[in-house]
């Protein structure tokens, strides 16, 4: 059973950067794309980033201000949010899937981490 842990998320001003990270383990050896997704209250769960053994997806709206990387040998996996702004407020959130490639809806995970409340002040 695999099981993800997010931590880092906080509070931060408009124009700061944080980074999260994503601890994955009962992983086998398989392979396995890992993804972060957010939640606000009221909306959709949205796909912002996806790492696979064919590469990385991202979705545009996050193009230029959040990146992913992935350790293997500790199954890790962080997102860096540069540039951060109030409307990325919100819970953050690490999944994955045993596949080889990419997708960015969440129906395509059926493992998650509790996730990690980001909050960005003006």
């Known amino acids: 059973q695999v099981h993800l842990v997010e931590s880092g998320g906080g509070s931060v001003h408009a124009g700061e950067s944080l980074r999260l990270s994503c601890t994955a383990s009962?992983?086998?050896?398989?392979?396995?794309?890992l993804a972060w997704f957010r939640q606000v209250p009221g909306k959709q769960r949205e796909g912002i980033i996806c790492?696979?053994?064919?590469?990385?997806l991202v979705n545009d709206r996050f193009k230029g201000r959040f990146t992913t990387s992935r350790d293997h040998p500790t199954n890790a996996v962080s997102l860096q949010m540069d540039n951060l702004t109030p409307e990325d407020t919100a819970t953050y959130y690490c999944?994955?899937?045993?596949?080889?490639?990419?997708?960015?809806?969440?129906?395509?995970?059926?493992?998650w981490g509790q996730g990690t409340h980001v909050t960005v002040s003006a």
């Open positions: 999944a994955a899937r045993q596949k080889t490639t990419c997708v960015l809806n969440s129906v395509s995970y059926d493992s």
């Open positions: 009962g992983l086998t050896d398989e392979p396995y794309a």
């Open positions: 790492i696979a053994r064919v590469g990385t």
